[in-house]
């Protein structure tokens, strides 16, 4: 059975820095694709960042490039999203998702076939 489980939510100030991750259990890390999406109260849920199962090559929403990082640890089946400069209209909950071999479209969430429950991030003063 497969299990995504998102931690490292919490509140933050503007400006702040913040350290998300996913930890991933019963699949193949490696053959998977990667994604962060977000979901802020009243809104649909966004494309955040993703990394290519094949080649690492990442990819970002226009609106976090320059301050978000995505990177993954394969010895560990972890994901990580890096958050620098946050603003308050980053608050949101943050979920992880997995691709299968995904090498198009990293944007569309009805791509991804498994998700986490995802970790609330707050970047309020």
């Known amino acids: 059975q497969v299990h995504l489980v998102e931690s490292g939510g919490q509140l933050v100030q503007p400006g702040g820095s913040l350290r998300v991750s996913c930890s991933a259990s019963g699949l193949t890390f490696n053959a998977y694709s990667w994604a962060w999406f977000r979901q802020a109260p009243g809104k649909e849920r966004e494309f955040v960042a993703a990394i290519n199962w094949k080649d690492s090559t990442t990819y970002y929403a226009d609106n976090v490039k320059g301050r978000f990082t995505i990177s993954r640890k394969e010895i560990w089946n972890t994901l990580y999203l890096d958050m620098d400069k946050l603003r308050p209209d980053d608050t949101a909950e943050y979920y992880c998702?997995?691709?299968?071999?995904?090498?198009?479209?990293?944007?569309?969430?009805?791509?991804?076939?498994?998700w986490g429950q995802g970790t609330q991030v707050t970047v309020s003063s």
């Open positions: 998702a997995a691709y299968y071999l995904g090498n198009t479209d990293f944007t569309h969430d009805s791509n991804y076939q498994y």
